[in-house]
Nanobody, 124 residues
Framework: QVQLVESGGGLVQAGGSLRLSCAAS????????MGWFRQAPGKEREFVAH????????QYADFAKGRFTISGDNAKNTVYLQMNNLKPEDTAVYYC?????????????????WGRGTQVTVSS
C-alpha cells in the first residue's frame, strides 16, 4: 500500500503563487510516477501535471504550461507542484496520485493511489 498526503493549499489572490507538496509513504519503491489532478465544484477531475521518477520526465495540461512546475525529491519521497500567476479558475481541490505502471499519465485510471486533496482558492 501507498499513502499520499497533500499540503500547501490555501487562499491566494489572483497573480499569486502556491507550492503544493505530496508526501508518499509505505511501498514507495513501487511508485513509477506521480501526478496532480484537480477538481472544481460541479466539474470532472482533470489532469494537471505528471512526474516520472526515472529520468524526471514531466507532462502538463495546456492550462498549466508556463505557470505550473512539477518536481520531485526522491530522498523525501515527495512531489511538489509550484503554481505561479494563479487565476480564479484555478480554484479547486488538488489531488496527488501515484502510478505503479507506465501509461497515459493524463488518465485517472493510470493511478492506483490517491491523496485526500488540498483546497486551493484564488480570489479575484
Amino acid at each position: 500500500q501507498v499513502q499520499l498526503v497533500e499540503s500547501g493549499g490555501g487562499l491566494v489572490q489572483a497573480g499569486g503563487s502556491l507550492r503544493l507538496s505530496c508526501a508518499a509513504s509505505g511501498r514507495t519503491f513501487s511508485i513509477i510516477a506521480m501526478g496532480w489532478f484537480r477538481q472544481a465544484p460541479g466539474k470532472e477531475r482533470e489532469f494537471v501535471a505528471h512526474f516520472r521518477w526515472s529520468g524526471g520526465l514531466t507532462q502538463y495540461a495546456d492550462f498549466a504550461k508556463g505557470r505550473f512546475t512539477i518536481s520531485g525529491d526522491n530522498a523525501k519521497n515527495t512531489v511538489y507542484l509550484q503554481m505561479n500567476n494563479l487565476k480564479p479558475e484555478d480554484t479547486a481541490v488538488y489531488y496527488c496520485a501515484a502510478s505503479l505502471l507506465i501509461s497515459d499519465p493524463t488518465l485517472r485510471y493510470a493511478y492506483a493511489y490517491w491523496g485526500r486533496g488540498t483546497q486551493v482558492t484564488v480570489s479575484s
